[in-house]
């Protein structure tokens, strides 16, 4: 059973930093190329970062360019996700992904596997 569990998620004020962390299990992760997305009530889930099966290549969206830092370690089967410099407009359920498409950006179409999701709050 394949399972992703996404971790570090709370509250924080503007400006602060987060680091969420992707757990996975029963699947060949490092095969993978992840994501991770955000949504907010109301609105569709947003994609925000991807990084490919090895780790060489990354790719953000505008809103996550020079402030979130995707990495991965395929020794713990986790992707992590450091987010700097935050901002209110942050705020939302950040998830993970697992595509089964070798290519940039990671689409929700190709996205296999999802996390649960986890909270994140940033305060004015």
């Known amino acids: 059973q394949v399972q992703l569990v996404e971790s570090g998620g709370g509250l924080v004020q503007a400006g602060g930093s987060l680091r969420l962390s992707c757990a996975a299990s029963?699947?060949?992760?490092?095969?993978?190329?992840m994501g991770w997305f955000r949504q907010t009530p109301g609105k569709e889930r947003e994609f925000i970062t991807a990084i490919s099966a090895s780790g060489s290549t990354t790719y953000y969206a505008d809103s996550a360019k020079g402030r979130f830092t995707i990495s991965r370690n395929n020794a713990k089967n986790t992707v992590y996700l450091q987010m700097n410099s935050l901002k209110p407009d942050d705020t939302a359920v950040y998830y993970c992904a697992a595509s089964v498409a070798r290519m940039m950006p990671v689409l929700q179409k190709d996205a296999r596997y999802w996390g649960q999701g986890t909270q994140v709050t940033v305060s004015s």
């Open positions: 029963g699947l060949t992760f490092s095969n993978y190329y």
